[in-house]
Nanobody, 115 residues
Framework: QVQLVESGGGLVQPGGSLRLSCAASGGIFSVYVMGWYRQAPGLERELVAH???????SYADSVKGRFTISRDNAKNAVYLQMNSLKPEDTAVYYC?????????WGQGTQVTVSL
């Protein structure tokens, strides 16, 4: 079974930065798409960014220009560099993987942006 391990969340002041990491493990498999979703209390889960094997990326309008997604295909890892953080970025961030063995979610990591 594929497992996703996330790290990098925490408490940061507005304008600060955080870097989230997610690594997939559990055998030999192919990862097609990796991405980050987030969910704030009372709101639906939304796509933040995703990246495909070839490196093409997409971002939500709310984070474009501030967040950067990247991946290491050899390690089946994905990263999210978050700069110029705003209070509205506060949410639980979930790593998502679309792979040859199915779709998987990370356990979630809390990001809190507070003055």
């Amino acid at each position: 079974q594929v497992q996703l391990v996330e790290s990098g969340g925490g408490l940061v002041q507005p304008g600060g930065s955080l870097r989230l990491s997610c690594a997939a493990s559990g055998g030999i498999f192919s990862v097609y798409v990796m991405g980050w979703y987030r969910q704030a209390p009372g709101l639906e889960r939304e796509l933040v960014a995703h990246i495909i094997t070839g490196g093409s990326t997409s971002y939500a309008d709310s984070v474009k220009g501030r967040f950067t997604i990247s991946r290491d295909n050899a390690k089946n890892a994905v990263y999210l560099q978050m700069n110029s953080l705003k209070p509205e970025d506060t949410a639980v961030y979930y790593c998502y993987v679309d792979s040859s063995r199915g779709n998987y979610w990370g356990q979630g990591t809390q990001v809190t942006v507070s003055l």
